[in-house]
Nanobody, 121 residues
Framework: QVQLVESGGGLVQPGGSLRLSCAAS????????MGWYRQAPGKQREPVAS???????SYADSVKGRFTLSRDNAKNTVYLQMNSLKPEDTAAYVC???????????????WGQGTQVTVSS
């Protein structure tokens, strides 16, 4: 069984910073990629950032230059450093990981529970 555990959300003023963490645990053979999506009220879930097993990153245009995604392979953990936060960044941030569990050759898509980020003065 594989689990994603997120932490780091909260309330921050515009221009402030937050760091989100997502740790994958359980019966993991390999992790292809990890990243974050977000969903604001009344809007569709959208990708924010992702990082592959080789360290290649991609970002949504709306967060480029402000957000940085990094990965600690030894801990199966990714960190999303969010700087210069704007009110429009307010959303539930959900961790995503593409993982092959032990005992299978199949790649599965896993989701965390989500952590709320609110940017407001």
């Amino acid at each position: 069984q594989v689990q994603l555990v997120e932490s780091g959300g909260g309330l921050v003023q515009p221009g402030g910073s937050l760091r989100l963490s997502c740790a994958a645990s359980g019966s993991i053979f390999s992790i292809e990629a990890m990243g974050w999506y977000r969903q604001a009220p009344g809007k569709q879930r959208e990708p924010v950032a992702s990082i592959t097993s080789t360290g290649s990153t991609s970002y949504a245009d709306s967060v480029k230059g402000r957000f940085t995604l990094s990965r600690d392979n030894a801990k199966n953990t990714v960190y999303l450093q969010m700087n210069s936060l704007k009110p429009e960044d307010t959303a539930a941030y959900v961790c995503n990981a593409k993982i092959t569990p032990r005992g299978t050759l199949l790649l599965f898509n896993y989701w965390g529970q989500g952590t709320q980020v609110t940017v407001s003065s």
